[in-house]
């Protein structure tokens, strides 16, 4: 999120406003959370040359799990009156917590997500990156489309908002080739909802492989503090395959290119 946020706000002058939703963090409020995220490296540049360009950035004190973010009245107004693209970057990583937690944050995050586009004003197109994993229980190729599940996805949901937890154990286990983690089955689960409940909004979704640093931009090498991946190569010092992983750059320039060309797009879709 904070590459993509300094990409807009660089290469974007045309953008009026930008709103991000933050929840309160470690006892951390969003708006200090938003100054913390200003002071990372990666703004310098804008900090040096176009200081003023961060007052076109506005918190939204929320909750992705939560109907309507958990926004104030007020927030939720302004909200859609002026957002006409919708960025969700949020997700949970986890391979160990348990289906019910990671449906309410990944899957449950995309139906708010979609929920609230709905009631956009003027809104173009959302924008959901997904992981190049959500599809990882297919022995052969994996082309690039939404696979369909046995059930809906909001069956899912459904259960997991109504605390049926043998119901949901149940129709997971129905769902074959298996998963090899509960991660990757909340992330398919995802790209399912908007095929039928957001038909009617343009949705481009985004499927990258793990993310290393930024290949070239306003800070060649920089890579985002929560990487994962970044702080595995530092440990080991080993030599990965370079093709399995995709530069922070080219998967955030991938997502703010893809939302005006997708609205000419029909989305794939695997019926079988």
């Not at 924008?127 to 996805?153: F, G, M, Q, W």
């Not at 481009?204 to 492989?209: E, F």
């Not at 991946?229 to 395959?241: M, P, Y």
Request: charged share 25%; with cysteine.
């Amino acid at each position: 999120m904070v590459v993509l946020l300094e990409i807009l706000l660089r290469c974007c002058g045309g953008i009026k406003s930008i709103y991000i939703l933050l929840r309160e963090k470690k006892g951390v409020s969003p708006q200090a959370r938003k100054e913390e995220i200003f002071k990372r490296s990666v703004f310098r540049q804008l900090r040096e040359e176009d200081p003023k360009v961060f007052d076109k950035v506005h918190v939204v004190a929320g909750d992705l799990s939560l109907t309507d973010m958990d926004m104030s009245q007020e927030d939720l107004k302004r909200v859609v009156e002026e957002v006409t693209i919708v960025f969700h970057c949020a997700t949970s990583i986890s391979f160990f917590k348990p289906l019910q937690y990671l449906l309410l944050h990944n899957a449950g995050g995309v139906n708010n997500i979609i929920s609230l586009c709905k009631k956009l004003k003027r809104c173009e197109v959302l924008v959901y990156t997904s992981t190049a994993y959500s599809n990882c229980n297919r022995e052969l190729k994996i082309e690039d489309k939404v696979y369909r599940l046995p059930y809906e996805a909001q069956r899912f949901i459904d259960a997991v908002g109504n605390g049926k937890e043998e119901l949901l154990q149940q129709i997971a286990s129905e769902c074959q080739p298996r998963w090899p983690n509960h991660y990757s089955f909340s992330k398919c689960i995802a790209e399912n909802l908007p095929i039928k409940k957001a038909s009617e909004i343009q949705t481009a979704i985004i499927q990258p492989s793990p993310i290393g640093p930024i290949w070239k931009g306003a800070l060649p090498g920089y890579v985002e503090e929560n990487s994962r991946l970044a702080q595995l190569l530092i440990a080991s010092s080993v030599a990965f395959r370079c093709e399995l992983f995709v530069p922070l750059i080219l998967r955030v320039q991938d997502r703010r290119t893809d939302p005006r060309r997708h609205r000419n797009q029909h989305e794939k879709y695997d019926s079988s």
